[in-house]
């Protein structure tokens, strides 16, 4: 199974993102790791958090070579890119990352994450709509599996938005590769 690296601004819910991925694998029977960095975020630095997801032990939580990198802006991109395993995977925001030259032995899967989940009235949902287009992707969980890891992560918490809904299908939806 695959390391992952979900990064971004603070305030974009990538330590939110990582998280709903980690329980939903550990929903499906996987063993999982999940480790937030925290640091300047809350001033406007990046954010970001490692996931690991196996059927069997995990040695270390730390990813050092990423399977698929969630990247919602361009600093978080050009920290992360070079750590991505030649044909992994990166899950773009194409809403902040714009003309991005991106390696040629990566697959490539781009959303307008930001202006999708503004244009849903659901401004903090852009890391819904990315999850959206990860289970399109393939590369993890499929999308009822995604779908329904993220109704069941906000009702774990006590949150029923019906706009998260939204913004991961039209992230499904939209995603482009």
Known sequence: MPNLIFAGFGGQGVL???LIVAKTGMDNGKNVTWIPSYGSEMRGG???CNVKIDDGKISSPFVKQIDILVAMNVPSLAKFEPMVSSEGTIIANKSMVKDWDFRSDLKVVEVEA???AEELNN???SNI???GALAMSGQLFDKDVMEKGV???FA???KNNP???ECFLKGFECAIN
């Open 163 to 165: 706009k998260n809904r």
């Open 123 to 125: 401004p903090k949902g």
């Open 129 to 131: 709509v990315i999850l």
């Open 46 to 48: 990046t954010a970001n």
């Open 156 to 158: 774990s918490k006590g």
């Open 16 to 18: 939110t993102a990582g």
């Open 151 to 153: 109704e069941a992560f």
């Open 114 to 116: 930001t202006s999708i």
